[in-house]
């Protein structure tokens, strides 16, 4: 069964902390796409890095890196220096083919950034 | 270009009565995916529609529940009679149609619908 589970229910850190959020996914396919969605207070959803399974670079976006390890089925999120504005719930979410790429999301890691 | 859209953003609706919810893909895409979030849950899949055709309902609730997505005009979320239990927020994506395959999903706002 495909399945995302998100074992983080809520951290809390002081700004400029570093803190990583983890994702651990249960596939039986070969080819998937994993996904790192922001939902802050407002509560929309923001798209924030798409990884396919064949490739497992790492990724880095100014403050946001990513750590993809087929090995242990993770998909790690790093916030470096966070700040006040990271302050948001986030999601992982896996899809993949023959299944109308549907999301599977985890249940969520509410992160409060501290001032 | 203007992102997803969904209206209305807050619907309130006494038990038995329908709800609509609209959504209008991103310019190009032609892929819409309803999703439904329980409070303090995660986003939970509810269908998968393009123009004029529901490709899975899997997700969708047997009873009460229907979707349409016309060749004309946006996607549409139709719950009828309502009850508590249907209190939630619902999130509609859509993704492109040239590269489909594992496409990312943009998602709208959101419609907050609350049942009294």
């Known amino acids: 069964a495909q399945k995302v589970t998100q074992a983080q229910t809520e951290i809390s850190v002081v700004e400029k902390e570093d803190v990583t959020l983890d994702c651990v996914y249960e596939?039986?396919?070969?080819?998937?796409?994993l996904f790192w969605y922001k939902q802050p207070p407002s509560g929309e959803l923001v798209f924030l890095i798409r990884?396919?399974?064949?490739?497992?670079q790492n990724e880095i976006s100014g403050r946001y890196s990513w750590n993809f390890q087929k090995s242990t089925s993770s998909f790690n999120f790093t916030i470096t220096a966070s700040q006040v504005v990271d302050s948001a719930v986030y999601f992982c979410a896996l899809t993949w083919m023959d299944s109308s790429y549907k999301l599977i999301f985890g249940s969520g890691t509410r992160l409060l950034v501290r001032p | 270009n203007a992102g997803v859209m969904q209206n209305p953003r807050h619907l309130v609706r006494r038990r038995g009565q329908e709800a609509r919810l609209r959504c209008s893909p991103m310019?190009?895409?032609?892929?819409v995916y309803w999703y439904r979030q329980l409070p303090e849950e995660g986003l939970k899949f509810m269908v998968y529609?393009?123009?004029?055709?529901?490709?899975?309902e899997s997700g969708m609730p047997k009873e009460r529940f229907s979707a349409e997505f016309p060749k004309e005009g946006p996607s549409i979320l139709r719950i009828q009679q309502v009850v508590r239990g249907d209190s939630a927020a619902y999130f509609c994506?859509?993704?492109?149609?040239?590269?489909?395959?594992?496409?990312?999903?943009?998602f709208g706002p959101g419609t907050r619908l609350t049942v009294l």
């Open positions: 529609l393009q123009k004029e055709n529901i490709i899975d």
């Open positions: 596939t039986r396919d070969t080819t998937y796409y």
């Open positions: 990884r396919n399974s064949f490739d497992e």
């Open positions: 310019k190009g895409h032609s892929h």
């Open positions: 994506a859509s993704s492109h149609e040239r590269t489909h395959s594992g496409d990312t999903q943009y």
